[in-house]
């Protein structure tokens, strides 16, 4: 039997991000008017203010990983990475433009998230002044971070159980997709020669230059907001957030394995948990369905 022709056009076109498993979705969020001010953690302003910094923080981020992969784009040879790297560019762009629109929500509402803003793009304008692959080390640093705080929006129950559930549902789209990508900037760090020194600096670098805009700016916050003397309310957040079983003194015990020789964001064993909220979201009763506008390019 003679093998089906594959003509020029089918055999030179390109697969797209939805092919490879990393699709740009594009979904349009709206935020309740009556939404409680501390939306997360049952109202206590120290957690709930971090999520606003972690908001604040994702437009000049997302931008900051995106430029580092795109400079070594061109040296992308393996059709299927190549694909990644445009799912990838999409899916961080997306999150961008939605968190800006979260952040427009807040400010609204007189909170402020023009101080992360400013204090994390400094950290970041430190971080372009190193060399192109030392800073796509850092991105896959932080992606590595951000992969386990996705994991973490998605199955602790404390915070899902004490967040706005309409606040939710850009945390969890967020969440989804950063998993889906987890590995495309240390595959093309990979591809282009990257060294596990480099991964090491990579972690100093980000304990040294961004996580004190972070911290600073949440202090900012909470002072702003008048919380910085609310002695109980702040002691409960502390413990929710940094206790023994806390939301980040649990990711922070996965970031050492960045360090390790043979370490691959792959072991972060998330397909299960990507199945189930693709279907919770996306599905044929998904809580974002409706508002899913490019289902037809994703099918």
Sequence with gaps: MNAPVQTLSTAKRALTGAQVGVPPRHVSFTYPDDAARYCFYDGNPLASLLFVVFSGIFPPGERFFMDTVRHFRERVSDPVLKAQVAGFMGQE??????H?????FFRARGIDVATPERLVQWGLDQLRRLPP????????AMEHFTAHLAEAWLTDDLFRRQADPRMLQLWSWHALEE???????FDVFEQVGGTVHERRLAMLLILAVMAPPIFASWIALIARERQLFNVRANRRGLRVLFGRQGFISQLMKHMPAFARRDFHPREQETAGLETIWREKLFGLQGELREAFTNREAMA
């Design 179 to 185: 998993m889906e990508h987890k590995s495309v900037a």
């Design 100 to 104: 800006d629109r979260l952040n427009d």
């Design 133 to 140: 692959r030392q800073q796509l080390a850092c991105t896959c």
């Design 93 to 98: 762009a997306l999150h961008g433009r939605e």
